[in-house]
């Protein structure tokens, strides 16, 4: 029984490893797209398709009923920042290479645990807050703003852990009565209303090869998305939460591929102390039976639970 639960495991860490690597390469055609496509139709066209296997997920599962919310208000709120994450996100990788925004992104385990400690009365003692302050350096370095060639998109891709933070933070103050499938649906319904109504103005004709790739970007987010779900509801969260830094990993050599960006000494050791700050938080977490952080990292942002 332990070797068959251990098998299990495995498959359901590495199905999670592979969602968050689809993310990149979702990231890595929105970079593509982004010089030439508003942002708001990128987002509009990859919603739309994201939510193809999503309707197939939950067809495949009969959990059609369980999609009736308990709080639209919650849903708004969350999508609007949501919007607003992938908007900045979209605009600052197109100006930044994939390793230095998920150097950027990463922060987020950090803001979760101030967040936590500030807006839901969560005990946060020391040894986590020097762990904080460790992954903030850690992106300092990596980033390196002191340098002549600082890139002030890095302040816009700040906004994405932010908001992301903010969101994740409020829904589990005010929204956990939701369900996973009806954050699925309502969120993604969200999103395409509010890339569209910015598309009717800033909308340009694609080209065949390039809605099909923006179309594929959304597909592969929809499919990765439903890999890291699956994973997050059977893997224990001392396995689960650390999966996401393979995307620092993943970018770190996408974008070498394909962009041809080639990470500095500065990105490698402020990647090392964000790594290293972002687990020892987990552990520290889990060692306190605390749930914030590990929590978090959950599929789209919110703590998944067991059926």
Same mark, same amino acid.
């Given at each position: 029984?332990?070797?068959?639960?251990?098998?299990?495991?495995?498959?359901?860490?590495?199905?999670?490893?592979? $969602?968050?690597?689809?993310? /990149?390469?979702?990231?890595?055609?929105?970079?593509?797209? $982004?010089?030439?496509?508003?942002?708001?139709?990128?987002?509009?066209?990859?919603?739309?398709?994201?939510?193809?296997?999503?309707?197939?997920?939950?067809?495949?599962?009969?959990?059609?009923?369980?999609?009736?919310?308990?709080?639209?208000?919650?849903?708004?709120?969350?999508?609007?920042?949501?919007?607003?994450?992938?908007?900045?996100?979209?605009?600052? /990788?197109?100006?930044?290479?994939? /390793?230095?925004?998920?150097?950027?992104?990463?922060?987020?385990?950090?803001?979760?645990?101030?967040?936590?400690?500030?807006?839901?009365?969560?005990?946060?003692?020391?040894?986590?807050?020097?762990?904080?302050?460790?992954?903030?350096?850690?992106?300092?370095?990596?980033?390196?703003?002191?340098?002549?060639?600082?890139?002030?998109?890095?302040?816009?891709?700040?906004?994405?852990?932010?908001?992301?933070?903010?969101?994740?933070?409020?829904?589990?103050?005010?929204?956990?009565?939701?369900?996973?499938?009806?954050?699925?649906?309502? !969120?993604?319904?969200?999103?395409?209303?509010?890339?569209?109504?910015?598309?009717?103005?800033?909308?340009?004709?694609?080209?065949? $090869?390039?809605?099909?790739?923006?179309?594929?970007?959304?597909?592969?987010?929809?499919?990765?998305?439903?890999?890291?779900?699956?994973?997050?509801?059977?893997?224990?969260?001392?396995?689960?939460?650390?999966?996401?830094?393979?995307?620092?990993?993943? !970018?770190?050599?996408?974008?070498?591929?394909?962009?041809?960006?080639?990470?500095?000494?500065?990105?490698?050791?402020?990647?090392?102390?964000?790594? $290293?700050?972002?687990?020892?938080?987990?552990?520290?977490?889990?060692?306190?039976?605390?749930?914030?952080?590990?929590?978090?990292?959950?599929?789209?942002?919110?703590?998944?639970?067991?059926?």
């Amino acid at each position: 029984m332990k070797s068959l639960t251990k098998k299990i495991y495995l498959l359901d860490f590495l199905l999670a490893l592979v $969602g968050y690597i689809l993310f /990149v390469v979702m990231d890595t055609i929105v970079k593509k797209l $982004g010089d030439t496509y508003h942002v708001s139709q990128i987002i509009l066209v990859n919603s739309l398709s994201a939510l193809l296997p999503i309707f197939i997920f939950i067809q495949i599962r009969h959990r059609w009923r369980r999609i009736k919310t308990a709080n639209l208000k919650i849903h708004f709120i969350r999508s609007v920042l949501m919007f607003g994450a992938m908007f900045s996100f979209i605009i600052s /990788v197109n100006h930044l290479s994939l /390793v230095a925004i998920y150097s950027i992104v990463f922060v987020m385990p950090l803001l979760l645990t101030m967040g936590a400690n500030f807006f839901l009365n969560e005990k946060v003692g020391w040894r986590r807050y020097t762990a904080i302050i460790i992954g903030f350096i850690g992106v300092i370095v990596s980033v390196d703003p002191f340098h002549e060639s600082f890139n002030k998109y890095a302040y816009l891709a700040l906004l994405v852990p932010v908001l992301v933070s903010i969101n994740w933070l409020i829904i589990k103050k005010y929204g956990e009565k939701e369900n996973t499938y009806s954050f699925l649906i309502y !969120g993604k319904l969200f999103l395409i209303i509010f890339s569209g109504i910015f598309a009717l103005k800033y909308f340009v004709p694609m080209t065949t $090869g390039d809605f099909l790739l923006n179309f594929n970007a959304g597909l592969v987010r929809g499919i990765g998305m439903i890999f890291i779900l699956n994973s997050a509801r059977h893997l224990p969260s001392s396995l689960f939460a650390p999966t996401h830094y393979i995307q620092i990993f993943a !970018g770190a050599l996408i974008g070498y591929l394909v962009f041809g960006d080639i990470p500095t000494l500065n990105n490698y050791l402020g990647n090392i102390l964000i790594i $290293g700050a972002g687990i020892y938080i987990i552990i520290r977490e889990l060692t306190l039976s605390k749930k914030i952080v590990t929590n978090s990292t959950r599929p789209i942002i919110i703590p998944i639970k067991k059926e």
